[in-house]
């Protein structure tokens, strides 16, 4: 595909700042995972520990739907 330099440089300016939120989605998930393990077993099994284990979960899926996005628009490149 063929794609004038501005147009390419424009995509890669979007991946890197992909590449920062990426990166801080990630780090929020590694708190909130964190946080989760660190709760007593019985409070982990309690609907809070559950809605923090779900937060987790979404906030790694959503690093993992950037990635997608980032290695798409690579291709471009």
């Not at 501005?6 to 890197?16: A, E």
């Not at 609907?47 to 471009?76: F, H, N, V, Y």
Request: glycine share 2%; with cysteine; proline share 3%.
């Amino acid at each position: 595909m063929a794609m004038n330099k501005s147009r390419r440089n424009k995509i890669q300016d979007l991946v890197n700042q992909l590449e920062v939120i990426k990166t801080e989605l990630s780090e929020i998930h590694d708190e909130e995972q964190d946080s989760f393990d660190n709760l007593p077993e019985s409070l982990q099994d309690s609907p809070k520990g559950d809605t923090m284990q779900e937060a987790a979960d979404e906030l790694e899926s959503c690093a993992d739907d950037i990635e997608d996005i980032i290695d798409r628009l690579q291709e471009l490149l």
